[in-house]
């Protein structure tokens, strides 16, 4: 298994491509997108937790 370091590397490169695409969205939208990802990474991790 992945090392804790890499794990959050790779989550953050995955934001920062989502926030090359919510620049292009309006301010409502890009809210809700990233609420969306952090919500999403969020349930992913708990759905780990549970496994581990």
Same mark, same amino acid.
């Given at each position: 298994?992945?090392?804790?370091?890499?794990? +959050?590397?790779?989550?953050?490169?995955?934001?920062?491509?989502?926030?090359?695409?919510?620049?292009?969205?309006?301010?409502? *939208?890009?809210?809700?997108? +990233?609420? *969306?990802?952090? +919500?999403?990474?969020?349930?992913? &991790?708990? &759905?780990?937790?549970?496994?581990?």
């Amino acid at each position: 298994m992945t090392s804790v370091s890499t794990q +959050l590397f790779l989550v953050l490169i995955s934001l920062l491509l989502v926030l090359l695409v919510v620049e292009t969205l309006e301010t409502g *939208d890009a809210i809700a997108t +990233l609420l *969306d990802v952090v +919500l999403s990474i969020a349930g992913i &991790c708990a &759905c780990l937790g549970v496994y581990a």
